[in-house]
């Protein structure tokens, strides 16, 4: 597919780039491709499967797969340009621009962060201005290579469009290969001198890096050579959407069609369970049908009204919204919940009771009081999931309204589905979670904070606050941050976060995936 290598051999035209020293090149200009350069991967068909999928639906993934042996055949046999013009039409045509643009940069980053060459990236980072030349649409490169790896300049195939809408075609001088690349290097350059500095991975690169004076080839990568870690990133991935966990090879976009619908219907399944037995049967259920739930550390005992005792206030790490419910599976009694927003779907089929937060922080206070004075009660005070190992920032109000607080550790492990979504309908997201042919919940109870901890003892509310976090954060060896719910869905969707009661029609604004 786009980004494949039809022969390997590489001459002697141009050093290996593992010869190229870095001294000194912060004045300089790089250009670089990106497809087995830039990235270790050769192949750009991940990426297009995660855009049909994520805009497409299950569907457009199906003719995606469909078309990519008649996409193959034309790159390996017949022209590069025709075979990566197959994989743009199955996966384009007729799609908003705008939501391409969404998974352009709420959802490919962090796969494209996850892929980086080490050697070419050394390079490329070295280098103070930066340009990328690719046969990939500008649309699906240009927000992460700008974004997280501070490209100045993008060049790549433009994709044509009617009435807002992809059409599967591609703009002239059509897509940017052999040729076509250095022709557009020196169109870009015109008024400006060229970079002196080329990297590539293929003959077809060869012409655009015969324009500078030094180029440099990125060697096959194998399998024992590790990307870029994240550590050395000029941006951490915090958040990012989407629902695939990993990026789909045509093998692996076939296993995930065919597992769509049984995979659905387990799902039913699992949340029948969930939400029909007794919360004491729950954990045993959730095993049978392949639900690993893990419990560590010691649980308080229950609050009993008759002993005039308050309840409980579990303060949770958030990953999904299912996080209460394993709580409650773990403890095997229903603790209440209190959210900022919750589907109409998901607040029929959870087993336990949920009550929605206004905004309105007197109103959110004395309700939390009441609830408490009820019994226990569990919150996740981040006010939305985060998906990497990160803890945004907590709000300090449940500090302010009881002392019996327990900070629990939340984490999970899913394989295929991510049970969160910041773009899509959030009703689906308890559905997906259980899709994964056996996801995992770990409950982390941890100690009761201590009286000389709490508000009570003259701490102010942030710094119980900010205590609770370090210590889930510590427990589970995340990283904190003062990232904030809104935050997270201006990056991702562009709007606060609220959920209506109805399915969300989200408006296609600026997003800056990450």
Known sequence: MAGNHKNSDHSCEFPAIATCETFGRDKQTVVSDLDGTLLRGRSSFPYFALVAFEVGGPLRLLFLLLASPIAGILYYFISEAAGIRVLIF??????????????????LPKFYSSDLHPEAWRVFAACG?????????????????????????????????????????????GVLVGSHKAEALLKAFEDASLPELALGDRKTDYPYMKLCKEGYIVPPATSELKPVTVDKLPKPVVFHDGRLVHKLTPFKALITILWIPVGFLLACLRIAAGALLPMPLVYYAFWALGVRVYIKGTPPPPAKKSTGRTGVLFICSHRTLLDPIFLSTALGRPIPAVTYSLSRLSEIISPIKTVRLNRDRTADANMIKKLLEEGDLVICPEGTTCREPFLLRFSALFAELTNELVPVAMSNKMSMFHGTTARGWKGMDPFYFFMNPSPAYEVTFLNKLPYELTCASGKSSHDVANYIQRTIASSLSYECTNFTRKDKYKILAGNDGTVDTGKPKVAAGKIMGC
């Open 90 to 107: 199955a996966t384009m045509a007729g799609m908003k621009v705008s939501d391409i643009e969404s998974v352009a940069r709420a959802v």
């Open 129 to 173: 201005k930066r340009c990328v030349l690719t046969a990939n649409p500008t649309v699906m490169v240009e927000p992460f290579l700008k974004e997280f790896l501070g490209a100045d300049m993008v060049l790549g195939t433009e994709i044509d469009s009617w009435n807002g809408r992809a059409t599967g075609l591609v703009k002239t001088p």
